[in-house]
């Protein structure tokens, strides 16, 4: 036994080393990401917490259309044809400059129907030239060093620009000025100092080449991942706009608390998404075995259920161990013990149809799931808005969207994979 798991260590050795590198980055992240969640969520009041939250998830949302989605050719051209970043990189920058105007747009349209009443037009200008601009920004630099693999350096940055986020949130918490306004400030600063050290010191030196003729030629996929960016998001962040439109701002907050937490076990699970996309497009037949995918499945789902259940006995042993507007949540995280499994292995599914180039059966899966569960927890809490009653049925809801993930998925996988570069 000792001699087969060498001779398998020795036959994956970078494979491992990378995901080590991503792994540690992103255990530094939990880390900070886990600090910087208790002071902005026990600084702001639970309703502007929920605000906030929300404001962040239209922000993501809106930020997968900067450069009509041309990070997606950019990203494989830095996996596979690494001498053609530069050219690339240029297409990008004109692209987020030319998608300026409708994002612009989406923005005001986003304000005008659901932050109005709630929020000033500075405030959420703020959260929006953060997420859109400035994190999108260090995402996109992040994305190009995985593609060069340099993981090590692009897990560095995710620390250091999620590290500035919160010296941020710790700073917000020692002052008197404890508004939500203030926070939206803060949070801008925090965000454009992380772009400036992605640009200035972790970004590859290339020289910008603008060829027009290469990017006309990835077009289709580059709307298309942007189109499926967008969809991902709505099923994963729109729900959190829906129950602040429906439950309103307190109710929102909490839900918003139970998400993030559920978020974190979602960390080490990506840096494996990452390495998995880059061996499939180099390697299409890697997962073409149902043993293979199915055990890669199982191994999802434990690790984010092991990771919830640690959370939901720390917080059950220690209630205040998360800060005293989290403690309000600690009882209720043992109810959805089963959705970040669920929500994770959507987006494990999001990224197999990536990986094979089927960005538009990508696009509709993620179209059916996102409308799907808006439906469902609008019609859940309209039936009731107490925690205790609405809280266990996100199981029930997010089981069936990982139902409805699964087979369409797995039946597009039947076909070989489409190369896209």
Same mark, same amino acid.
């Given at each position: 036994?000792?001699?087969?798991?060498?001779?398998?260590?020795?036959?994956?050795?970078?494979?491992?080393?990378?995901?080590?590198?991503?792994?540690?980055?992103?255990?530094?992240?939990?880390?900070?990401?886990?600090? %910087?969640?208790?002071?902005?969520?026990?600084? *702001?009041?639970?309703?502007?917490?929920?605000?906030?939250?929300?404001?962040?998830?239209?922000?993501?949302?809106?930020?997968?259309?900067?450069?009509?989605?041309?990070?997606?050719?950019?990203?494989?051209?830095?996996? !596979?044809?690494?001498?053609?970043?530069?050219?690339?990189?240029?297409?990008?920058?004109?692209?987020?400059?030319?998608?300026?105007?409708?994002?612009? =747009?989406?923005?005001?349209?986003?304000?005008?129907?659901?932050?109005?009443?709630?929020?000033? @037009?500075?405030?959420?200008?703020?959260?929006?030239?953060?997420?859109?601009?400035?994190?999108?920004?260090?995402?996109?630099?992040?994305? !190009?060093?995985?593609?060069?693999?340099?993981?090590?350096?692009?897990?560095? #940055?995710?620390?250091?620009?999620?590290?500035?986020?919160?010296?941020?949130?710790?700073?917000?918490?020692?002052?008197?000025?404890?508004?939500?306004?203030?926070?939206?400030?803060?949070?801008?600063? @925090?965000?454009?100092?992380? *772009?400036?050290?992605?640009?200035?010191?972790?970004? /590859?030196? !290339?020289?910008?080449?603008?060829? /027009?003729?290469? %990017?006309?030629?990835?077009?289709?996929?580059?709307?298309?991942?942007?189109?499926?960016?967008?969809?991902?998001?709505?099923?994963?962040?729109?729900?959190? +706009?829906?129950? *602040?439109?429906?439950?309103?701002?307190?109710?929102?907050?909490? &839900?918003? +608390?139970?998400?993030?937490?559920?978020?974190?076990?979602?960390?080490?699970?990506?840096?494996?998404?990452?390495?998995? !996309?880059?061996? +499939?497009?180099?390697?299409?037949?890697? =997962?073409?075995?149902?043993?293979?995918?199915?055990?890669?499945?199982?191994?999802?789902?434990? @690790?984010?259920?092991?990771?919830?259940?640690?959370?939901?006995?720390? #917080?059950?042993?220690?209630?205040?161990? *998360?800060?005293?507007?989290?403690?309000?949540?600690?009882?209720? =995280?043992?109810?959805?013990?089963?959705?970040?499994?669920?929500?994770?292995?959507?987006?494990?599914?999001?990224?197999?149809? &990536?990986?094979?180039?089927?960005?538009?059966?990508?696009?509709?899966?993620?179209?059916?799931?996102?409308?799907?569960?808006?439906?469902?927890?609008?019609?859940?809490?309209?039936?009731?808005?107490?925690?205790? @009653?609405?809280?266990?049925?996100?199981?029930? +809801?997010?089981?069936?969207?990982?139902?409805?993930?699964?087979?369409?998925?797995?039946?597009?996988?039947?076909?070989?994979?489409?190369?896209?570069?």
């Amino acid at each position: 036994m000792p001699h087969r798991v060498k001779a398998l260590y020795l036959r994956h050795q970078a494979l491992i080393h990378a995901y080590l590198s991503m792994t540690g980055g992103s255990a530094g992240r939990l880390v900070l990401s886990l600090v %910087y969640f208790i002071a902005v969520a026990n600084t *702001l009041v639970i309703a502007d917490f929920g605000l906030f939250a929300t404001a962040s998830a239209a922000g993501i949302m809106i930020s997968r259309v900067l450069a009509f989605g041309f990070m997606s050719p950019l990203y494989r051209v830095a996996t !596979v044809k690494p001498l053609l970043v530069g050219t690339y990189s240029a297409g990008f920058l004109v692209g987020a400059v030319l998608s300026l105007p409708l994002i612009a =747009i989406i923005c005001a349209l986003t304000f005008l129907a659901l932050f109005s009443r709630d929020m000033t @037009a500075s405030a959420f200008s703020a959260f929006m030239l953060a997420e859109i601009i400035c994190w999108r920004g260090l995402e996109t630099a992040v994305i !190009v060093l995985n593609g060069l693999g340099r993981f090590g350096r692009g897990a560095l #940055l995710v620390v250091i620009g999620t590290a500035i986020r919160t010296g941020a949130a710790l700073l917000f918490t020692f002052l008197s000025w404890k508004t939500l306004e203030a926070w939206s400030y803060f949070y801008l600063a @925090a965000n454009a100092l992380g *772009l400036v050290v992605a640009l200035l010191w972790f970004y /590859p030196r !290339v020289r910008l080449r603008w060829k /027009p003729r290469l %990017y006309f030629r990835r077009w289709s996929d580059s709307v298309s991942v942007a189109g499926a960016e967008v969809l991902f998001y709505i099923q994963s962040e729109f729900d959190k +706009i829906a129950v *602040l439109a429906i439950g309103g701002p307190a109710v929102s907050g909490l &839900y918003a +608390i139970l998400m993030r937490l559920a978020d974190l076990t979602a960390l080490p699970v990506r840096s494996f998404n990452t390495l998995l !996309v880059q061996r +499939i497009m180099r390697t299409p037949e890697a =997962i073409a075995r149902w043993r293979i995918r199915l055990s890669i499945e199982l191994l999802v789902a434990l @690790a984010s259920l092991a990771a919830m259940a640690a959370m939901a006995l720390y #917080l059950w042993i220690f209630p205040n161990g *998360l800060g005293r507007n989290v403690s309000a949540a600690a009882p209720i =995280i043992a109810m959805i013990l089963l959705v970040p499994s669920f929500r994770n292995l959507i987006e494990y599914h999001s990224e197999l149809l &990536y990986a094979t180039g089927r960005t538009v059966r990508r696009m509709l899966n993620l179209l059916i799931a996102g409308v799907v569960k808006v439906a469902l927890l609008v019609l859940l809490l309209r039936t009731t808005t107490d925690v205790t @009653a609405w809280a266990p049925s996100l199981n029930a +809801i997010f089981f069936a969207l990982y139902a409805l993930s699964f087979v369409p998925t797995y039946t597009a996988l039947r076909k070989p994979a489409e190369r896209v570069i």
